[in-house]
C-alpha cells in the first residue's frame, strides 16, 4: 500500500512485558514521527525522527520509553516493562521533510495492558 | 499552553454547510493555521492549511481573520462521513511536529 503501515493493529500485554510496535512509513519519507492518543485526547507528541537518527525525543515519557530508525526508513517503538498507564493508541506518521508539509498518519496500534 | 480553542462539539445539518471556528489570538507572524481531523479509529488526516489568505481545496475552506487572530473551517457541503474529530493546530514554519488539542467533534445528523 501506499500509505503508513503500523503492526500490529491490536497488541494485549501483561503489565510488566515488553512490547514492539513497528511503523512503515511512505516510500521516501525522511521525517517520521510517534504519537500516542489516550481516550477522549488529542495525539500527544512522542519522538521525532529526520532519517535514522532521533532529532527530537522530548516527548518520551520515561526511560521505559525506547524508539529506533536503524536505516532511515521503518522504525520500532518499544516499550520496557508495561505499565496500565501505557495502554493507548499508538500513532505513526511521515513526512517528506518539508517544514510545512503535511504529515501522513497510519491507523495505529491500540496497546492494552491487563 | 494550549496555542488554540475550539468548541468541544458541534453538530451540524447532512448537505448543510459545517463552519467550524478556532481561536488563536496569540499567533505569531511565521505561524500557520493547520486542520487535520480523525475519523472515529483511524489516524488523523491532513485537510488545508494557510497562513494569511484564504484557502481552498476539494476538501475544504479556510478563512483566517485579517488580524489572524481566529480562523473558520468550512466543509460546504457535510456528509454523514465528514463525521469526525476536527484539530485546528498552529504550527512555526520551521517547527517539525505538530501539537494537537482536544479538537471539535463534529456530528453530521442526516
Known amino acids: 500500500g501506499a500509505g503508513v503501515s503500523q503492526t500490529p493493529s491490536n497488541k494485549v500485554t501483561e503489565k510488566g512485558k515488553y512490547v514492539e510496535l513497528r511503523c512503515d512509513p511512505i516510500s521516501g519519507h525522511t521525517a517520521l514521527y510517534w504519537y500516542r492518543q489516550s481516550l477522549g485526547q488529542g495525539p500527544e507528541f512522542l519522538i521525532y525522527?529526520?532519517?535514522?537518527?532521533?532529532?527530537?525525543d522530548s516527548g518520551l515519557p520515561n526511560d521505559r520509553f525506547f524508539a529506533v530508525r536503524p536505516e532511515g526508513s521503518v522504525s520500532t517503538l518499544k516499550i520496557q516493562r508495561t505499565e496500565r498507564g501505557d495502554s493507548a493508541v499508538y500513532l505513526c506518521a511521515s513526512s517528506s521533510g518539508v517544514h510545512t508539509g503535511e504529515l501522513f498518519f497510519g491507523e495505529g496500534s491500540r496497546l492494552t495492558v491487563l | 499552553d494550549a496555542k488554540t480553542t475550539q468548541p468541544p462539539s458541534m453538530d451540524c445539518a447532512e448537505g448543510r454547510a459545517a463552519n467550524l471556528p478556532c481561536n488563536h489570538s496569540t499567533i505569531s507572524g511565521n505561524e500557520y493555521v493547520y486542520w487535520y481531523r480523525q475519523i472515529h479509529s483511524q489516524g488523523p488526516q491532513y485537510i488545508i492549511h494557510?497562513?494569511?489568505n484564504n484557502e481552498t481545496n476539494e476538501m475544504a475552506s479556510l478563512i483566517i481573520t485579517e488580524d489572524r487572530k481566529s480562523s473558520t473551517l468550512i466543509l460546504p457541503h457535510a456528509t454523514l462521513r465528514d463525521t469526525a474529530v476536527y484539530y485546528c493546530?498552529?504550527?512555526?514554519?520551521?517547527?517539525?511536529?505538530?501539537?494537537f488539542g482536544a479538537g471539535t467533534t463534529v456530528t453530521v445528523r442526516a
Open positions: 494557510g497562513l494569511k
Open positions: 525522527f529526520q532519517g535514522t537518527g532521533a532529532a527530537d
Open positions: 493546530i498552529v504550527r512555526e514554519s520551521n517547527d517539525y511536529k505538530l501539537s
